[in-house]
């Protein structure tokens, strides 16, 4: 399978991964023959990105979550949002359910990633499809950093409220308003009202709503705000890849990231998944079978050779680099 950007040359080739919608239901099956109207939906749906049978079976991919975990986490989330617009009172419990399930249920290998494979289907689920991906990813970050349980709980609590002022209001006050709704729960930590209180400011000093510079900041905030960025990224309709997320997070790096922030999620998030077709400098191209546990840019490589399979590992060929990506049907 090789992971591609949906476009119309995808006609004729064949699903490898389901797609669900946030109801939970198969909406597309592995192995569904795309037609035109097939990928109107596809991305009317949300999704930007596709993993397409391509006759090679070596490509190690797991996923993050399941659809079913997360389609259950979306939900739980939702209801939880939904009553907060009329109590304006988070509950506790619910938060911690749906973080102690998320550490409990997700797949942090070097292999796994999180893969858009849920459509949205209703407008009104998209504050927490968005807010479960970055909870996601602070997790993985938090893993990366050795953080203990009761740590990864709060970071991860401070990411699924990072956004509940939304439920009110947009722009910028959605900062303060959401510090204001999560200190009306006095079972929250000072940690998860502090994230959500800095998660816009910036490195440089530049962010709302207080101006906070550096050190200052609080590092889940950060973290925080790393990840709601690669999410916003991820799900754009243009279809960033993982890479170029990752490029465009390092030119902001400095000014509205931590550094040594942005090292840590390099080090969490694998730039190149498996599936993914790519150029090496030594002229060859072929395809991601399998990552190399903590050194995310230098995966194995399944080389276009026929008839004979070959293989480079970039951990024993150190001269060797990928040059480009490669998202042709």
Do not use: W
């Not at 290998?109 to 807010?131: R, V």
């Not at 002022?165 to 959605?174: A, E, I, Q, T």
């Not at 994230?195 to 709302?208: L, M, V, Y």
């Not at 905030?221 to 490029?247: Q, R, T």
């Amino acid at each position: 399978m090789k992971l591609v950007v949906i476009n119309d040359k995808l006609i004729g080739q064949s699903l490898a991964i389901p797609i669900y919608n946030t109801n939970g239901i198969l909406y597309m099956n592995k192995g569904l023959v795309l037609d035109i109207a097939g990928i109107g939906r596809i991305k009317k749906m949300g999704i930007s990105t596709l993993y397409i049978e391509d006759g090679n079976n070596e490509c190690a991919l797991q996923e993050v979550i399941s659809p079913v975990n997360k389609i259950k986490y979306i939900k739980l989330l939702n209801e939880e949002f939904n009553k907060i617009k009329v109590s304006k009172i988070p509950n506790y419990d619910t938060f911690y359910t749906v973080a102690k399930g998320l550490i409990e249920s997700v797949n942090l290998s070097e292999n796994a990633f999180l893969f858009n494979n849920i459509g949205k289907m209703d407008d009104k689920l998209n504050l927490a499809i968005h807010t479960i991906d970055v909870a996601i990813l602070t997790l993985m970050v938090g893993v990366h950093k050795k953080y203990d349980l009761t740590k990864l709980v709060n970071l991860c609590i401070s990411a699924l409220l990072h956004d509940v002022g939304k439920l009110f209001v947009n722009g910028d006050d959605h900062v303060k308003l959401g510090y204001k709704i999560a200190k009306s729960n006095s079972m929250f930590s000072p940690t998860v009202t502090v994230t959500i209180a800095q998660h816009h400011e910036r490195h440089d000093g530049k962010g709302f709503p207080d101006k906070m510079k550096g050190d200052k900041i609080y590092e889940f905030s950060k973290i925080v705000a790393i990840c709601d960025e690669y999410a916003n990224c991820a799900s754009n309709e243009e279809g960033y890849l993982p890479l170029e997320i990752m490029e465009k997070l390092l030119a902001e790096t400095n000014s509205r990231f931590d550094p040594a922030i942005y090292d840590d999620f390099k080090g969490s998030v694998y730039c190149y998944p498996n599936g993914l077709r790519v150029q090496l400098t030594n002229g060859l191209s072929g395809t991601v079978i399998m990552q190399n546990k903590n050194f995310p840019l230098r995966p194995l490589i399944q080389i276009d050779t026929k008839p004979n399979k070959e293989y480079l590992n970039l951990m024993k060929e150190l001269s060797i680099q990928i040059s480009n990506v490669l998202i042709e049907a």
